[in-house]
């Protein structure tokens, strides 16, 4: 019993001392968000190395409240802006490809998670230039998302487009000008059709005039016969 009471003296504070500790997703993000402003202020200002510690920084803000909060609704959010930074501020590839990953693997469901997917293979191919795994994260990307059920979204179009310029070993500039080319080849092929469907209506015009002039001809040609029998 005296031990009972010992280990309860010693774990209660202890389990008080964390609940007290633990900051509210508020604060935290609170925290994030007030970093990564003074990163970008850093860095307009033109010093780089200060504005690198303060995204990351602001990275750690993030980390945090998905220590603490991994089931939050905002937790697909903060695994998207942690992976951002990694891209846009820090160049950190392997580390933006991780955190997508994560973001896929643990909110499948959410539209941050298709972003995500789509933001692995785009990194593989545009900056880390890894064509074999862009191939592979497109066609996983186009496994699950075949196509986009939001008008508004381009993802799956734009996955499938690059996987074929990845396979048929083309820039993007030669589908755009092969595409202007059936256009225009389709055009072309429109208005020469168009033109045959004239000449044919002219034809059959003429035809029918022929026809209609015809029968009157040989009515003359008999009107001059009796005329002369007479």
Do not use: W
């Not at 802006?81 to 490809?97: F, G, T, W």
């Not at 075949?146 to 508004?152: G, H, M, R, S, V």
């Amino acid at each position: 019993m005296q031990k009972l009471k010992f280990l309860l003296i010693l774990i209660v504070p202890a389990l008080l001392l964390t609940a007290c500790s633990k900051e509210s997703e508020e604060t935290i993000l609170l925290g994030a968000k007030t970093k990564m402003d003074e990163a970008k202020k850093l860095e307009s200002e033109g010093k780089a190395d200060d504005a690198k510690k303060a995204y990351g920084e602001a990275i750690e803000f993030y980390k945090k409240f998905l220590t603490e909060y991994p089931n939050s609704p905002s937790a697909p959010e903060v695994y998207s802006s942690i992976a951002k930074v990694y891209v846009d501020n820090l160049r950190d590839y392997p580390n933006a490809i991780k955190f997508y990953n994560e973001l896929s693997q643990k909110h499948p469901a959410t539209k941050e998670s298709k972003y995500g997917m789509f933001m692995v293979a785009f990194i593989y191919d545009e900056m880390l230039k890894d064509k074999e795994k862009a191939k592979e994260s497109y066609k996983k990307f186009l496994d699950k998302y075949p196509k986009d059920e939001d008008p508004n979204e381009k993802m799956s179009e734009s996955a499938r487009m690059m996987l074929q310029m990845l396979d048929e070993n083309r820039s993007i500039e030669d589908i755009i000008k092969n595409t202007q080319k059936d256009t225009v080849k389709t055009d072309t092929n429109k208005k020469e059709t168009s033109k045959d469907k004239k000449e044919v209506k002219k034809e059959d015009k003429k035809k029918a005039d022929e026809e209609v002039k015809t029968p009157t001809q040989k009515n003359d040609g008999v009107k001059d016969t009796d005329t002369k029998k007479q």
